[in-house]
């Protein structure tokens, strides 16, 4: 059976988006489900219970998605193991598709490829996500799809998930190139932040994290996949990407800056995106 582990906080508007891709009840015999809700002080909890049997509702008050993730493990005994962002969604057919790829054995760790929903986004995200689409960190799964598979194997890697805000990308050093692999067949769908200030804010959180594993656990380094400064410089040469060069490059270097600023990781804001989670999918139960 494939066990899909699910931390939601306050997710209740989104949830029924992911879960209801899964028809859970009549794939009972497929997957288990765990649905890890931490700290909400609205409904997730009952809203993803409304999902049958199938789905396990576990609520804790803490508000933190690595313990949720800890919290998902002991419950769980079953792999492979799917770990799934609440806001995102993945069909039944990818999840089965990656679990025959860990089935093979001589990876570890698989992903999905992104695909990023733009509905309801500004021209200028448009624009952002123009260039990022044509870089190397737009084909890495761990990291970029909101959802990470793992082997038994591969999760007896490391041990409870640390305190950290990049648990994908903690997860994603943890293997060698080889070890891990992102499937282009395969897609997720992410609903990225619909203004550029919210934009800023994310990826602000998204270089907090990188910056605190790479000074919390130096000797994953080893393991850090192609950048993108090659593949950008390159993309120069077209004059007709600069309007979106330009708008890329602004936003890492406001949200590079503004990780830096803090001069304790540990204080940093969480950066969470509420854009793209004001209206509520299709797929949910009433």
């Given at each position: 059976m494939i066990s899909i582990i699910v931390p939601a906080h306050n997710e209740s508007s989104v949830?029924?988006?992911?879960?209801?891709?899964?028809?859970?009840?009549?794939?009972?015999?497929?997957?288990?489900?765990?649905v890890v809700c931490n700290g909400c002080t609205d409904d997730t909890a009952k809203v993803a219970r409304r999902f049958g049997p199938t789905v396990e509702v576990v609520e804790t008050d803490i508000a933190r998605k690595t313990h949720a993730l800890n919290v998902g493990d002991?419950?769980?005994?079953?792999?492979?193991?799917?770990?799934?962002?609440?806001?995102?969604?993945?069909?039944?057919?990818?999840?089965?598709?990656?679990a025959r790829r860990l089935e093979k054995?001589?990876?570890?760790?698989?992903?999905?490829?992104?695909?990023?929903?733009?509905?309801?986004?500004?021209?200028?995200?448009?624009?952002?996500y123009t260039v990022r689409s044509r870089l190397p960190s737009s084909r890495e799964g761990i990291g970029g799809s909101?959802?990470?598979?793992?082997?038994?194997?591969?999760?007896?890697?490391?041990?409870?998930?640390?305190?950290?805000?990049?648990?994908?990308?903690?997860?994603?050093?943890?293997?060698?190139?080889?070890?891990?692999?992102?499937?282009?067949d395969v897609r997720s769908t992410v609903f990225p932040a619909r203004t550029i200030t919210q934009l800023i804010g994310?990826?602000?959180?998204?270089?907090?994290g990188v910056f605190e594993i790479a000074r919390r656990f130096p000797e994953l380094s080893?393991?850090?996949?192609?950048?993108?400064?090659?593949s950008l410089i390159?993309?120069?040469?077209?004059?007709?990407?600069?309007?979106?060069?330009?708008?890329?490059c602004y936003v890492n270097f406001r949200a590079r800056f503004q990780a830096k600023r803090s001069s304790r990781v540990q204080a940093a804001v969480w950066q969470r995106d509420d854009s793209s989670r004001r209206t509520l999918s299709a797929g949910s139960r009433s």
């Amino acid at each position: 059976m494939i066990s899909i582990i699910v931390p939601a906080h306050n997710e209740s508007s989104v949830i029924p988006r992911l879960l209801g891709q899964w028809d859970c009840d009549r794939a009972s015999d497929e997957i288990g489900v765990v649905v890890v809700c931490n700290g909400c002080t609205d409904d997730t909890a009952k809203v993803a219970r409304r999902f049958g049997p199938t789905v396990e509702v576990v609520e804790t008050d803490i508000a933190r998605k690595t313990h949720a993730l800890n919290v998902g493990d002991q419950v769980s005994g079953a792999f492979p193991r799917m770990y799934a962002d609440a806001d995102i969604v993945i069909t039944l057919d990818a999840i089965r598709a990656l679990a025959r790829r860990l089935e093979k054995g001589d990876v570890l760790a698989v992903a999905p490829t992104a695909d990023i929903d733009l509905t309801g986004c500004s021209w200028l995200v448009r624009k952002y996500y123009t260039v990022r689409s044509r870089l190397p960190s737009s084909r890495e799964g761990i990291g970029g799809s909101g959802v990470y598979f793992l082997s038994e194997g591969g999760r007896r890697r490391f041990g409870q998930f640390p305190d950290v805000i990049a648990d994908d990308i903690y997860v994603r050093l943890q293997f060698k190139a080889e070890e891990r692999e992102t499937l282009p067949d395969v897609r997720s769908t992410v609903f990225p932040a619909r203004t550029i200030t919210q934009l800023i804010g994310v990826r602000s959180r998204a270089y907090a994290g990188v910056f605190e594993i790479a000074r919390r656990f130096p000797e994953l380094s080893v393991n850090r996949s192609e950048t993108n400064h090659r593949s950008l410089i390159r993309l120069f040469r077209e004059l007709r990407l600069w309007p979106g060069l330009l708008i890329y490059c602004y936003v890492n270097f406001r949200a590079r800056f503004q990780a830096k600023r803090s001069s304790r990781v540990q204080a940093a804001v969480w950066q969470r995106d509420d854009s793209s989670r004001r209206t509520l999918s299709a797929g949910s139960r009433s």
